[in-house]
């Protein structure tokens, strides 16, 4: 073997690759929300005072939303939580991974079933309708946010503690008032800012109960006003309150950490409820089961039974898997490049890292409105001629890479751990080229992860309404698009077909969620 | 089968030096141990030769090919140097047969399954080549893991730290089993350890390593018994350290005089004492601090002069309260200070 032949250089071209494609990934993330925040405090001649009207109102409103939908989410959560974290009743076992099933349906799938569940020829005695109807909707969908951290809160609790209060005859009630409530504090903040955050970013639910919210007002804006720079600056200050959200949740996650790391473990010792609460505590669980999805779900069952209109959904359901499949692909890709990226811990890694949650944070509203901001500005620059269809596909690309990156960047993390460099450097010594070190050890490995993370991704961009709604090429509907144009003309009954659809693949990802839950219930470690 | 050479090596971490001009040789068919502390090198060494790393200066050579120089290194995958890591690092996805069968790749299907059975029942675990490596045993999925390396006959395999993750029976056994399996292949071979007794019983050869310094090169024995310096002869078990001056061709210490013929009167020397090299006999002026099991041994402190030694002695020897001293003169060298 000649020595000139056989030699490679060693360092550079791998590192850089990855260091090039995580950049990208933080240009692509963060290029609409910068471009929203430029734009905004560019002066603009039309349209202030009634930007100003708008803003004001959506303000108040999304205000409203958060604290009544918001409050009724974070008391459903943390009671819930704690039921099946702390206590012994009938049915806790099953309840534990079935509380996160409402997770599947998006917000204003659920607006769509229990307005015509409530009025439209339905069932109900009551109207679930306005600002009230909307903030049921968030507080029995939303829940689960809530619920899950705050159980995983309860779940990493040292049973020292619980049983130090215990043993000074402290009684369930006081015992989750004064130490597991202020213990799993953290948690239950963090779950709450993302139940806030999907609030704040909610559009549909609103829109359909005639609500006016930061979301709403941007599109009123952009549509009723035609004005950019208005909707630029409304979603501006939606994105100011979602970064809020991000920020309270990151750092009531970090201290969430230090709250279980109690080297003295044992399972939870959970109090067995008398006849009375346990019955309370299993009709409230098995309530919110059926509000958040069970009810719901049946009812556009029923409806999609009799009124859906195969021909017509069809179209939307190819556009839809087709949309999906192809985002998926691109935004995994980039959660790959970020996740490779901050394992390294690199700059780069941690700067992607960091515009891939502020992407995730923002609204889809929000990113569409910085993708049509980009755009625009690239077409009075020359750099593009008009928005035609393919160009916005290619915004809703982004769009949709931007938003959701960091939704896959936690799967592909985790799969990424589990290659270790000792099996890199294994499968070298076994003179393992580059491409078969990927095919045969790196990808086989990490293979579960990345397929739950694509599940993951599959099912975000399906349900996505906001930004397909802004950027989907003309007459180009999906799932999401046709409920809500069905439900905006109040066609409910017509809408359930593809909101069900919507449902029953939300469903997929969920299943998922609470298979893990089942294998990491508390008390099993 | 090839002669491994390293020829002034030098590498470096973040600008801290792990590897000052090592220069060590690794002939064809023997088993070469690398004996050091934590942080000494050695591992790197293997990386080196691996090529896992680059080499800053000097190059390697297996079997007389470069394969190693400043700005150029041969990727590890043209090599054929197997190693084995000291987590195995089995490929958690493939049971052991595929594990083994991995570098047999060149091989067609049938030959290459009838290769990795050989090499299972060749390490005693050919029961065990549907298993996968989290059902299999420490031990075991060490011998999976040599077998895999072993299986591609490489020209040289490499060792690290093969049996630190092992209670000390097994250690033992499984020792003397992969001896036995690499002498049967005469593959050349380099193997790290911060263990002596691995080294003493394992090696052919011998290379004592200190903060990426080569201390010695050396057979087991020759490093035993002539050790290069002071570091060298703490390297291969427990000594005594005393400073003095030389006087009359000899340095003075509180428990008997050690020949030092080769240093010149007056100049300061240290002395290197092993603990085995010390006898002691009951009735004397030496003050017995306590006894205390120590294997097959009794570990004795002793004190003279206000300086305290510890001795290997035969076990139960009864010592009563002072002792008289007489040091060995095979284990006990004085080097210039």
Redesign the interface.
Known sequence: ?S?AT??????GVQIDGVAVAAALATFVCAAPAIAVIALAFAPGAEGATFAGDLLRDGALGTLALVLAGGGGAIVFGATAAWFVSLCRFPGRGVFEWLLVIPLAAPSYVLAYSYASFSWAGGWSPIEVRGFWGAAFVYAVGLYPYVYLSARAAFASQSACALEAARSLGVGPLKLFWRVALPLARPGIVAGAALALMEIAADYGAAQHFGLTTLSTAIFRAWYAHQSLHGAIQISAALLLAALVFLMIERRARGRAAYGGGSSRWRPLPRYQLSALPAALATIFCIALIVFGAILPLAWLARLAWLHANIGDVAPALINSLVLAAVGVVLTLALAAAIASAARRSTNIGKASLFAAGMGYAAPGAVIAMGALAMFSLAREWGWIGGLGSALALFALFWTYAARFAAAGVGPIDAGLA?L?K??D?????????PW?RFA??DL??AMPSLAAAALILFVEILKELPATLILRPFNFDTLAVKAYSYASDERLLEAAAPALLIFLAGLAPIVLLARSIDRTRAGAR | MSTVSLQGVRRSYDKTLALHDVTLTAPEGQVVALLGPSGSGKSTILRLI???E?VEAGEIRING??VSAP?????????????V?Q?Y?????LNAAANVA??L?KLGRAERDEAALRWLDRVGLKHRASAYPHELSGGEQQRIALA??LA?Q?RAI?LDEPFSGLDAVLRAELRDATLATLAETRTTTIFVTHDAEDALQAADRLVILKAGRVLQEAAPREAYDRPASLDAAAALGPVNIYKGEITNGALQTPFGDINAAHLTNGTSAQAAVRAEALTLTPNGSTRVISVRPHGAHDLVKIESQGVTWRALVPARMPLGDAVSVTIQPAGAFVFSA
């Open positions: 073997m020595v056989a030699h490679t250089r060693t360092r589990r270790s000792g099996l450097a294994s499968a070298r010594t076994l003179g393992a080229g078969r045969e050890i086989p490995i | 691996a090529g896992l680059s090919e470069l700005g150029s290194t041969l990727a590890t995958e043209q090599r054929r140097v197997g190693m890591f987590d690092s089995l490929f958690p996805h991995f570098g790749d895999r390396a591609p490489p490499l």
